[in-house]
């Protein structure tokens, strides 16, 4: 194996790209060029590389937000280019947590946090309770009748994840999650990641330009030029190794 596979069957696979590209503008630019990416379930993915790697367009392609140009993109084993309802698929069992956090800034934290759930069939008392809890999860009940423009910029970003989990979603993607905070929110963020992985085995896909974030998966892709490069990134700061695998390793072990 190298870091841009990891082989799984269809039935251990979450995500599964099978030589994706997507073209844009006429065919001028080749956003992804041919990527082949398997996601087990449970597995905590950082894609890393450098501003116009193709780490947006890739994460778009898994997120269902968009479809690829040739290849194909399957969800547990089920292409998405053959679903019928990709708006379904997307509100119940993907969860998306972007670096502008993406509030309605006249909607209360409780009010945003349920705004996926009206895809569901819970009452209006339900999703009231179902928020809470989810803000209480990620250390913020004392903010649930704040307006975002009352809360922190970290306290922004964690009620964005309490929502991208409002529907109990298998797959959280994650698109430069800290890349608005300062250090304390920041590490805030990785570590309520963190719990979600490891308490929940929640599937995690987080794309970042910082080997600070990468670190804390387990296990890690370098795009770059629209391609998923084979080799490993070391992370001596964080005194952990990525293998040849793109396996997260403590140095020295």
């Given at each position: 194996m190298t870091a841009e596979t990891e082989s799984c069957g269809y039935r251990d696979c979450l995500l599964r790209a099978e030589k994706v590209s997507r073209i844009y503008a006429d065919g001028a630019v080749s956003a992804l060029v041919d990527v082949s990416l398997d996601v087990p379930h449970g597995?905590?993915?950082?894609?890393?590389?450098p501003s116009g790697s193709g780490k947006s367009t890739l994460l778009n392609l898994l997120g269902a937000l968009d479809l690829p140009t040739s290849g194909r993109i399957l969800f547990e084993g089920q292409s998405l280019a053959d679903m019928r309802d990709l708006a379904?698929?997307?509100?119940?069992?993907?969860?998306?947590?972007?670096?502008?956090?993406?509030l309605l800034p006249t909607l209360t934290?409780?009010?945003?946090?349920?705004?996926?759930?009206?895809?569901?069939?819970?009452s209006a008392g339900q999703r009231a309770r179902k928020a809470h809890d989810l803000l209480e999860a990620v250390g913020?009940?004392?903010?649930?009748?704040?307006l975002p423009s009352q809360m922190s910029v970290g306290e922004r970003q964690r009620t964005a994840i309490a929502r991208a989990l409002a529907n109990d979603p298998p797959l959280l993607l994650a698109d430069e999650p800290t890349?608005?905070?300062?250090?304390?929110?920041?590490?805030?963020?990785?570590?309520?990641?963190d719990r979600l992985h490891k308490e929940q085995s929640r599937t995690l896909v987080v794309i970042t330009h910082s080997d600070e974030v990468a670190a804390r998966a387990?296990?890690?892709?370098?795009?770059?030029?629209?391609?998923?490069?084979?080799?490993g990134k070391s992370f001596p700061s964080d005194a952990?190794?990525?293998?040849?695998?793109?396996?997260?390793?403590p140095a020295g072990a």
């Open positions: 597995q905590y993915l950082a894609i890393v590389g379904k698929l997307r509100a119940r069992k993907i969860g998306y947590v972007f670096q502008s956090f993406n934290a409780l009010e945003n946090v349920q705004i996926p759930m009206f895809e569901g069939e819970l913020l009940g004392h903010r649930v009748g704040h890349g608005n905070l300062d250090s304390h929110s920041g590490h805030g963020v990785l570590d309520l990641f387990e296990r890690i892709v370098t795009i770059r030029d629209g391609r998923i490069l084979p080799s952990r190794v990525v293998t040849s695998e793109g396996r997260v390793r």
